[in-house]
T-cell receptor, first 114, second 120 residues
Framework: KNQVEQSPQSLIILEGKNCTLQ??????????LRWYKQDTGRGPVSLTI?????NTKSNGRYTATLDADTKQSSLHITASQLSDSASYIC?????????????FGKGTKLSVKP | GAVVSQHPSWVICKSGTSVKIECRSL??????MFWYRQFPKQSLMLMAT?????????EQGVEKDKFLINHASLTLSTLTVTSAHPEDSSFYIC????????????????FGPGTRLTVL
C-alpha cells in the first residue's frame, strides 16, 4: 500500500531553535518527494523537491534530505522564526508522468513560540 | 512563478443550496487541474482530476453528480457543490499543472490558496 507517514504529528519549539521533521514512505514506483509548507487556511507552498538521485536540497533555512534506500526523508529548519509556524507536508509522487498521482502525508504541525 | 487563485476564499451557505468555486491559473496554461478536499488535521484528499475540454475523472467514493467540475478553458476550472449539506463543510483546494513543464518534475502541481466552505 502506498503510504506516507510523518512524525511528529505536532511540535512546539522556541524561536531561534532548530528542528527536524521526519517522513517515511512506502510508495512505488518512486518518482520524487516534495516538502510543502501550509499556513493555516492557505494552500500548500512548495519548499523542496528531490528525485531518486538527490540526497539533499536546501531552500534558505530549509534543508531536506532523502535516503531512497531506507525510504526516509527529513526536513531540517534552522534558526526558526515565528513565521515558520505552519503544517509541513511530505508528498511523494508515485509516477512522474501520470496525473494527480501524489501521495500526501498528514503533515507535522509546527508551532514556533517567542 | 506560477500562481493559482481561487474564488471565493470562504463561503457560507444554507443546506440544500449549490456553491460554485473557481480555480484560475493566472500566468500559465493548465491542461490539467486537480480538486482536493481537506478536513481538519487531515491531509489533502484528491477528489477529481480535471482536463481541459473533457470530462473530469473522479476518485473512488466521490459523487460526480454532487461535485460538478467544469474545465472550460486552459486557465479556469470550476467546482460546484450541489445540494450542499453540513457534511460537505471543508477546505477545498485546487491545483494546476503547467502544460509547458517537462524534465525532472512534469507532475509539478501549483496549489491555490483554498476555499473554506461552511454549510449551515
Amino acid at each position: 500500500k502506498n503510504q506516507v507517514e510523518q512524525s511528529p504529528q505536532s511540535l512546539i519549539i522556541l524561536e531561534g531553535k532548530n528542528c527536524t521533521l521526519q517522513c517515511n514512505y512506502t510508495v512505488s514506483p518512486f518518482s520524487n518527494l516534495r516538502w510543502y509548507k501550509q499556513d493555516t487556511g492557505r494552500g500548500p507552498v512548495s519548499l523542496t523537491i528531490m528525485t531518486f538521485s538527490e540526497n539533499t536540497k536546501s531552500n534558505g533555512r530549509y534543508t531536506a534530505t532523502l535516503d531512497a534506500d531506507t525510504k526516509q526523508s527529513s526536513l531540517h529548519i534552522t534558526a526558526s522564526q515565528l513565521s515558520d509556524s505552519a503544517s509541513y507536508i511530505c508528498v511523494v509522487s508515485r509516477d512522474g508522468g501520470s496525473q494527480g498521482n501524489l501521495i500526501f502525508g498528514k503533515g507535522t504541525k509546527l508551532s514556533v513560540k517567542p | 512563478g506560477a500562481v493559482v487563485s481561487q474564488h471565493p476564499s470562504w463561503v457560507i451557505c444554507k443546506s440544500g443550496t449549490s456553491v460554485k468555486i473557481e480555480c484560475r491559473s493566472l500566468d500559465f496554461q493548465a491542461t490539467t487541474m486537480f480538486w482536493y478536499r481537506q478536513f481538519p488535521k487531515q491531509s489533502l484528499m484528491l477528489m477529481a482530476t480535471s482536463n481541459e475540454g473533457s470530462k473530469a475523472t473522479y476518485e473512488q467514493g466521490v459523487e460526480k453528480d454532487k461535485f460538478l467540475i467544469n474545465h472550460a478553458s486552459l486557465t479556469l476550472s470550476t467546482l460546484t457543490v450541489t445540494s450542499a449539506h453540513p457534511e460537505d463543510s471543508s477546505f477545498y483546494i485546487c491545483s494546476a499543472r503547467d502544460a509547458r513543464l517537462g524534465g525532472v518534475a512534469p507532475d509539478t502541481q501549483y496549489f491555490g490558496p483554498g476555499t473554506r466552505l461552511t454549510v449551515l
